[in-house]
T-cell receptor, first 118, second 109 residues
Framework: GAVVSQHPSWVICKSGTSVKIECRSL??????MFWYRQFPKQSLMLMAT?????????EQGVEKDKFLINHASLTLSTLTVTSAHPEDSSFYIC??????????????FGNGTRLTVT | GQNIDQPTEMTATEGAIVQINCTYQ??????LFWYQQHAGEAPTFLSY??LDGLEEKGRFSSFLSRSKGYSYLLLKELQMKDSASYLCAVIDSNYQLIWGAGTKLIIKP
């Protein structure tokens, strides 16, 4: 089945530093990848849509200069949380859709990254 | 606006059957997904419905009625490991995925 690998699984960083999270589709190609954030006991919130070879599309209220997204290839997207602050502590999850299976095919999720900013 | 409603929390007994409902109002419809999410983990895909009717997959079944904007996920022979949140998501006419807030299912022995 389709596998999405996300690294790191968890990270603790100091306030003001930057953290990079990688999302890879291991056995399929993804023109589009999605980045979500989830706070405890809350639903998934879409942050941005990452498009291979072009700029990401950010949801309203998400700062594009703070959450840098790069989708350099059909199998890799990265999210960099710049100048992280404690309020950025959350569970970040990436997902991808197999481009060979159409826009109604299921999203496959990475295992998520738990970010704690101290 | 676009809206997906599902109960916040449900409780059921091990070995029993539970039905989790989802109603939606979206701009167009291109399919409905159910995902399972255990606490602290990412969602995993359970089912996809795009036509009316029942899709059965082992202990889990999912039903769709497009005219009523309604779906349910049916879980049979409940096991303790089924304790999780169940997320309903709809693909709208722009192929955007609209997520429900999820239903937390608690299984009691």
């Amino acid at each position: 089945g389709a596998v999405v690998s996300q690294h790191p699984s968890w990270v603790i960083c100091k306030s003001g530093t930057s953290v990079k999270i990688e999302c890879r589709s291991l056995d399929f190609q993804a023109t589009t990848m999605f980045w979500y954030r989830q706070f405890p006991k809350q639903s998934l919130m879409l942050m941005a849509t990452s498009n291979e070879g072009s700029k990401a599309t950010y949801e309203q209220g998400v700062e594009k200069d703070k959450f840098l997204i790069n989708h350099a290839s059909l199998t890799l997207s990265t999210l960099t949380v710049t100048s992280a602050h404690p309020e950025d502590s959350s569970f970040y999850i990436c997902s991808a859709r197999d481009r060979g299976k159409g826009e109604s095919s299921p999203l496959h999720f990475g295992n998520g990254t738990r970010l704690t900013v101290t | 606006g676009q809206n997906i409603d599902q109960p916040t929390e449900m409780t059921a007994t091990e070995g029993a059957i539970v039905q989790i409902n989802c109603t939606y109002q979206t701009s167009g419809f291109n399919g409905l997904f159910w995902y399972q999410q255990h606490a602290g983990e990412a969602p995993t895909f359970l089912s996809y419905n795009v036509l009316d009717g029942l899709e059965e997959k082992g202990r889990f079944s999912s039903f769709l009625s497009r005219s009523k904007g309604y779906s349910y996920l049916l879980l049979k022979e409940l096991q303790m490991k089924d304790s999780a949140s169940y997320l309903c998501a709809v693909i709208d006419s722009n192929y955007q995925l609209i997520w429900g807030a999820g239903t937390k299912l608690i299984i009691k022995p």
